[in-house]
């Protein structure tokens, strides 16, 4: 009762098949389950370019604190297929636990990992329907090695398949079961378990990228969306095609995504809150119309699901290569607002900022999420509505409509907006220069008072940033010699760099940009004080951010980029770390093969399941297994 | 609102057109029906595009928004959309409507979005000084106001576009034609578009005296309909759309038929009554 025991408080599992084998959906039961039960989970997909068919794969890393990227290597490889296991293979820990169809040749990669051989195929085939349920045979399998309760998987069963009939719920049924019995003879070989602990405060919710992004634009206000069908961005148009209508928004897939910003542009014109969504290619096109929107003052949002570029580049891989276009996109100067969020927690606070943002200064929000975030779903603490402060655009006063100057020049360049058939009064917008009235004027006094008009609203933004102070984010050691700059999805696994750097005594001060335009200046002047190198790290080739921080603040940044279709991992973070500090490859290596073994996580003393006093929720949570 | 006259839709600003510009009798045209109409215009916009006849929205004493070239049906679109309360009308040329804008045209058509849609046709580029239009006539003698341009200078043999037929074959619910030499018709066909439920297509023939001077050319050419025609008729609004000899006055074509305006109030009334009040917190909740 007092041995030591082998629990694991962060595991990541991935499972591997092809398209159609419905592998996404033992992963997303995973995750969900372990969700339910108490732990944080954070889960990424990579799907096939094909539509069914072609390699496929989920990701869940669990953790009891929520985890803050995908992580590096697996501790646990589930595959379907050979192919699969091939592409695969050389990402599970050498000590991790592989699991796998008899189709699948083992080869020397993975010499020293548990292998525990299922019969997924043939078992489904014989006698769980048929090879669709290979899936459910998979997740049985699982929950059997790791001792987790078979009653979190079958209401799982229930909610997805229950329209299909008796039939195809009694078919996953039985292969959860099959997959189950099959397993338990075989779990004395998986060295750990993974440890539960229930949720404390706040309710959890279990959150994609896109989900959180359209209910923050609910939570915002948000009246009109128009958008046109674009990988990783379509799910946000779905969701909120079916979301939006019963808070009485309406939503509507256009023609293309000129027509998809024009029908934004309208209706924000027209007093109320417009959004859409789209990705690189989409942003192309839109450009022209974000010039207009800074020109004509109408406040929207736009979503970039980023990918691989340029041009039709890589449809469902991850980059962030977009920020050149949204910062400069078009002719002319055009100021606009640029908002990246590094979570799904921000994807739903920062889009109701993008609209707090572009409300406030009357210009074009572009919010940078990526190809990541769209795809990933992570828990989160329920959101307190209330907490959320919602800014709406300036209304003219009665005082302001007896000689209504829709481009009124006022001190913060900001002035108040009509709204047609409210207002009674009436403006031309317009996307030519412009008097105050709205009155077309190309006069050197008009262009130039304009132009200072419309960029004097980025102060705005700054200082709303500044008080908020929630659009820059510092971890690591403040006082480190080595800084770095990171911005969007690369924030979390540069954090776990960080946090693993520290254990070897190396230091590193990370500077996290969620704000990209206009630049929080100060605050990247503050943190880049008396440092021996700054490191600017991002998922593009030509280190786009880090060129902006060059050319804006005159400041001396390195580039660090990778351009792979791939996120950072800590582990790459961590060995360029390393390298920043001087280690060579004699002092670095073991370090970093150590780190990429499956880790004893926590030892102590665990109650055998039953154990009295145990909290029932608990019991086989942390069943024991001897290392 | 207390009436108002045709010219007190008049804004201060001068129009920028050269004089004789069909575009001037547009204008005139669209007072009368605005004031025949009682047009509230603090409830009414007038889009436009980039062209000439795109300047338009800055004389009349309405909401306007002068957007981008090609791009006025998706803004005329998206404030329809968000307040159906709103009087839209979406204005442009023949190279603003046709050719940049082209794509857009069967999409606000076929969606029946309830707005008006006036295009100032002069079958010529006008802003920029004389080229080719996607309704400039032919060298084998279609449509009307063939000529060399700086563009074409070697001849102007692409077919030129039917606006009519092209709108019929979308599915346009209102699809008429006017001429600014007559803008008693085209005021009341204006009413007739405005008042329709749904997407109204006008084409109005309006010369441009400087690049293509078509009066005489059209004088000649036109035939009011004048009530000999049954505009329920889709077949035959099709056979006087492709007699490209003649240009008929009037309205071709009108068929009710339900609106996005009506097919988005209908979604509303469908989506789940728990979330209608707007609980977000219950939507959320569903993530757990």
Redesign the interface.
Known sequence: MDELHHIVNDVIVRFAGDGGEGVITTGEFFGLALA?SGLDIFKVTSLPAEIKGGPAMIQVRVGEEPPKSQGSFLDILVCFNNEVYHLNKADLKPNGVLIYDPDCEIDETNADATKIEIPLTEIAKKEAGGALSKNMVALGAIGGLLDIEAELFEPLVHARWGKKGEKVIGNNLAALRLGRDFAQNLKHLVPFRIQRHPHKGA?????GGN?AIA?GS??SGL??F?GYPITPASTILEKLAV?L????G?V?Q???E???????????????K?ATSTSGPGVSLMV??I??ASM?EIPCVIFDAQRGGPSTGLPTKEEQSDLNLAIYGGHGDSPRIVLAPANVRDCFDLTIEAFNLSEMCQMPTLFLTDFYLAQAAATTP??D?SSYEIINRLRPTAEDLKDYKRFKLTESGVSPM?K??D??????????EHNEIG??DISPAAHRKMSDKRHQKLQTAIDYAEKKGTFARQYGDPEADIAVITWGSTEGAMQEAIDLAARQDLSVAQLHLLLLNPLPDQTIFEFIKNRKRIIVAELNYTGQLAQRLRAALNIQVESFTKCTGQPFTPYELLKQIMFYHGWDTGQSEPVLSQIARVQKQRQAPVPAPGHEGQDAAMAGAVAVSRI | MPFMPPKEYKTE?KPIWCPGCGDFAVLAALYQAFSALDID?????I?SGIGCSS?L??FV????????HG?T???????????P??TVLAMGGDGDAFAIGG??I??AARRNVDITYIVMDNFIYGLTKGQTSPTTGSQEGTGHGFKLTPTNPHGQWEEPLNPLAMLLTYGASFVARGYSAKPKPLAEVYQAAIRHKGFSFVQVLSPCVVFNKTYDELDAAIIPLEGKHDTSDFRAAMDLAWDTQTEHLGIFYQKERPTLTDR?AA??T???PE??A?D??K???K??
């Open positions: 339910r309710q959890v919710i279990q959150l989900d209910l609910i939570a009246s009109v128009a979301m209508p019963s808070f009485g309406k509507m256009v023609e293309d000129i027509a998809a910003l024009g029908c934004v542009l309208g209706a924000s014109y027209a007093g109320y417009a022209e119309e010039g207009l004509a329920e959101p509505l009509a047609p058939y207002d009674a009064t009436f403006y031309i917008a317009t996307g030519l009155n077309p | 600003a215009p603090t409830k009414t916009v889009v300047r929205p800055v004493k309405s909401y306007g928004f002068h957007t981008v791009r049906l998706p803004v005329a679109t998206g404030i329809k959309l968000a307040n309360e709103l794509g857009h069967p999409h988005m979604i509303g469908k989506s789940n979330q209608r707007g977000l917190s939507l959320i909740a993530y757990r």
